[in-house]
């Protein structure tokens, strides 16, 4: 009956389904039952009105130094398997890719992150491009930017992008660990910088179009993380090898406003434009 509260499923999956769900789990580490509870999340929130990037907190409240909020990763992956973010006191990089978290901290190690960690933002959707575009050195898109300026059909939608293979170089930076209400242009002053080439792994994030600057950041913003999910970091700028680019346009928008004291009374006003560009860079 409908009332009744499900504890368990069981069920037969096809030998394709088996051997990619196999498959899955080998590449990220997650669980079957994981996999399948994202898949099904997917599923559902999937509807008629097309999904939905959602962001946990106005960005314009990070700016501002508020760190500290009471948004658990669970409820984080409850609205998506892919995205990006940080973490309370500002301690390193999100990203959520195929459902698992990892942390990317100033020290440019990853680390796995568990459903009751805390964020002060996260952005994220459930991720189902619509596009792939494979992309080599001939292809002569030396900017990644003007590439993706490209591949987005408009500047006013939300887009989320991920992009797979082989780097010529990398450049990233990771936020360290800030007190709560330093604003983010000072927090973000002194960050670690790391350098990769010729690096196997994976950028993922969104481009947000430039009217909603005071809800998410303007742009393009991508985190990076190795193939063997070890190292990492905000992503400053790169040179592709031979890439494959998944694109997926999202037609709506849900943001969360969270319920702490902070939230409730900081004021929101100043524009956070400037601010937030630097702190990006």
Not at 3 to 16: A, C, G, M, R, V
Not at 114 to 136: H, L
Not at 187 to 208: E, P
């Amino acid at each position: 009956m409908a009332s009744e509260k499900i504890t368990e499923l069981e069920f037969l999956l096809s030998y394709d389904i088996l051997t990619q769900l196999t498959g899955t789990m080998e590449r990220t580490g997650c669980s079957a039952a994981d996999i399948i509870e994202q898949a099904l999340r997917r599923f559902m929130c999937t509807g008629k009105e097309g999904n939905a990037v959602y962001l946990s907190a106005p960005i314009n409240a990070l700016v501002e130094g508020l760190y500290v909020e009471n948004t658990t990763m669970a409820e984080v992956r409850r609205h998506g398997d892919f995205g990006l973010g940080t973490f309370n006191h500002l301690d390193g990089e999100m990203l959520l890719l195929d459902g698992k978290a990892y942390q990317i901290r100033s020290d440019g190690n990853v680390y796995d992150v568990g459903d009751d960690e805390r964020s002060p933002f996260a952005c994220v959707t459930f991720f189902s491009p619509d596009t792939f575009d494979d992309i080599n050195e001939d292809s002569g898109a030396s900017n990644l930017t003007i590439l993706l300026d490209r591949l987005i059909p408009s500047r006013n939608m939300l887009y989320a992008i991920r992009v797979d293979g082989v780097f010529r170089s990398v450049r990233c930076r990771a936020a360290s660990r800030s007190e709560n209400y330093t604003p983010l242009v000072e927090a973000t002053r002194d960050q670690s910088v790391f350098d990769f080439h010729d690096v196997k792994g994976c950028l993922a994030g969104f481009y947000t179009p430039a009217f909603m600057a005071s809800l998410n950041a303007p742009g393009f913003h991508l985190h990076f993380l190795t193939e063997d999910r070890r190292r990492g970091g905000h992503l400053i700028d790169c040179a592709l090898k031979e890439v494959r680019i998944g694109i997926q346009h999202v037609p709506r928008l849900e943001v969360g406003l969270p319920v702490t004291l902070d939230y409730l009374t900081v004021d929101l006003t100043r524009d956070t434009t400037r601010d937030l560009e630097k702190a990006e860079k």
